[in-house]
């Protein structure tokens, strides 16, 4: 499966940006997927992860109550929807495809990764 992930730009703090992730290759309705970012000099780190289905989400407790991950199987598609933006958000976000339907917030269970998109909040 490849996955491209766009939407990434220069927000102002406070902001907002909607990160969508598209499959392609096969459907990702059976994988769990995800949301991680990497700040310059920092590891990269996990943001936010849903179920295959759909039903389950978790979240970095630093993106808790601002950041909110979707999905529409239909369209093979996963979006993160990001509110309330602040400079420490400031990285490339990429999308990862995990192996099982399960939401997972770790890093070696996800063997599916795209590009990175930029995302930018300037203070």
């Known amino acids: 499966v490849q996955l491209q992930a766009s939407g990434g730009g220069l927000v102002q703090t406070g902001g907002s940006l909607r990160l969508s992730c598209v499959a392609s290759?096969?459907?990702?309705?059976?994988?769990?997927m995800g949301w991680f970012r990497q700040a310059p000099g920092k590891e990269r780190e996990f943001v936010a992860c849903?179920?295959?289905?759909?039903?389950?989400?978790y979240y970095a407790e630093s993106v808790q109550g601002r950041f909110a991950i979707s999905r529409d199987n239909a369209k093979n598609t996963v979006y993160l929807q990001m509110n309330s933006l602040k400079p420490e958000d400031t990285a490339v976000y990429s999308c990862?495809?995990?192996?099982?339907?399960?939401?997972?917030?770790?890093?070696?269970?996800?063997?599916?990764w795209g590009q990175g998109t930029q995302v930018t909040v300037s203070s």
């Open positions: 990862a495809a995990a192996d099982s339907s399960w939401y997972t917030a770790a890093l070696e269970d996800y063997h599916y």
């Open positions: 290759g096969r459907t990702i309705s059976a994988n769990g």
């Open positions: 849903i179920s295959g289905s759909g039903s389950n989400q």
